[in-house]
Nanobody, 123 residues
């Protein structure tokens, strides 16, 4: 059974940093691309970034230069490093996969999701 479990969210001051983790099970993690998306209550999903099986990464303009996606295939874990956080980064962050080596930038097309982890940026 495919599972994605996020962790690492919390309350952080503006300008601070967090590292989110997404532990995968039930599929051959190294073979597939994964994505991160976020959602504010009452709003739609916002694409954050993707990492392909070959570790190529892509980022939304809103987070480029501040967020970094990485993966540890041995640990079957995806990471999202959040730096220089802003109040507008407050959201529930989700990891997801389509079980393909690449993944699109529309989270509404993604098939398999974790439960999400809350990130709150506030002083």
């Amino acid at each position: 059974q495919l599972q994605l479990v996020e962790s690492g969210g919390g309350l952080v001051q503006p300008g601070g940093s967090l590292r989110l983790s997404c532990v995968a099970s039930g599929f051959t993690f190294a073979n597939y691309a994964l994505g991160w998306a976020r959602q504010v209550p009452g709003e739609g999903l916002e694409w954050v970034g993707n990492i392909y099986d070959d570790r190529t990464t892509y980022y939304a303009d809103s987070v480029k230069g501040r967020f970094t996606i990485s993966r540890d295939n041995a640990k079957k874990t995806l990471y999202l490093h959040l730096n220089s956080l802003k109040p507008e980064d407050t959201a529930v962050y989700y990891c997801a996969t389509d079980l393909y080596p690449v993944i699109g930038i529309d989270p509404n097309d993604w098939d398999y999701w974790g439960q999400g982890t809350q990130v709150t940026v506030s002083s």
